[in-house]
């Protein structure tokens, strides 16, 4: 699996029961906008009669009034077809993570396409495939990036996606995702916390990230632990995605640890920053750990 993709982006080399239809909120879009703050009623019934009377959509006819901007019709569609986004300040999170606040650039459509091949050749491929390690040689490459893009974009699909710092050295994710990071992995693999440690994502469905916690003495110990791949069997039952951030593969044995629990990886390469010697020495070591490389991920920025 490799390609690649143009400027500043990355190139890939539950039950929902519906609600009785009485009690569902009106998903029209100007119901929406009203319900985001982003129209009030008495400008809802105006963009109506325009519409109407001009023969063009609601969405149409409100930019047009200019009470309202493309963006917001956006996010009205995206909310009207249960297509979870933000929008920038709505969220602790970080701008780094594109895939929640840009989703129709071609950037995030190319992590799209990551997420789909990723599904075809490995989660779809047997029930028992639920984890995937984001591996990368060196610090740099972009692996934490990639890893928190895409945990978004399988959970904008509805997929239940868990996403685990295991980088216990210099973890990243709690900083993109704008949550505590007291109690997480390191926590969890002790001894000392459990799943109560797993925090939702506001305002992104389906969306769970399990942070590093505090960093340990003994992260390579932690890691190698059979409570690492108890935990991941356990959570096999609740997520149908599990995306597990490691560390750089050429200072420590962490990734190897890692990729082994989880039986499969994905290695992030940098275009001008990585060393071909050392991603060869990271793909023997995955080998050497009977480690499905399901592909490899150019980062062309």
Do not use: C
Request: net charge negative.
């Amino acid at each position: 699996m490799n390609s690649s993709i143009p400027a500043e982006a990355f190139a890939l080399h539950p039950d929902r029961h519906e609600r009785p239809a009485a009690s569902q909120p009106d998903d029209s879009i100007g119901a929406i906008l009203v319900r985001s703050g982003r129209l009030s009623a008495a400008d809802v019934d105006k963009v109506m009669r325009f519409s109407t009377e001009r023969k063009l959509r609601f969405g149409d006819a409100a930019v047009e009034m200019g009470v309202l901007s493309a963006v917001d019709i956006e996010l009205a569609l995206s909310r009207q077809y249960d297509y979870p986004y933000l929008l920038p300040g709505e969220s602790a999170i970080a701008d780094e993570v594109i895939a929640a606040y840009e989703p129709f650039t071609a950037r995030v459509e190319s992590l799209r396409a990551l997420r789909n091949q990723l599904m075809w050749r490995w989660f779809d491929s047997g029930e028992a495939r639920r984890a995937l390690a984001i591996t990368s040689a060196e610090a740099g490459d972009g692996r934490s990036f990639l890893a928190a893009n895409l945990a978004v974009v399988f959970s904008q699909q509805h997929q239940r996606t868990l996403l685990i710092d295991a980088d216990l050295r210099a973890p990243r994710q709690h900083q993109l995702f704008g949550l505590d990071n007291r109690a997480g992995l390191s926590a969890v693999l002790a001894g000392r916390s459990g799943q109560e440690a797993i925090q939702r994502v506001p305002l992104l469905e389906d969306l769970s990230v399990l942070t590093a916690g505090a960093l340990p003495p003994n992260p390579s110990e932690l890691l190698g632990l059979p409570a690492f791949g108890r935990l991941l069997r356990e959570l096999a039952a609740d997520y149908d995605v599990i995306l597990i951030d490691t560390a750089a593969g050429d200072a420590y044995a962490d990734a190897q640890l890692v990729a082994s629990r989880a039986g499969a990886a994905v290695m992030v390469a940098r275009q001008d920053h990585s060393h071909l010697k050392k991603l060869r020495q990271l793909v023997g070591l995955l080998g050497d750990a009977r480690v499905h490389l399901v592909g490899t991920v150019l980062n062309e920025h």
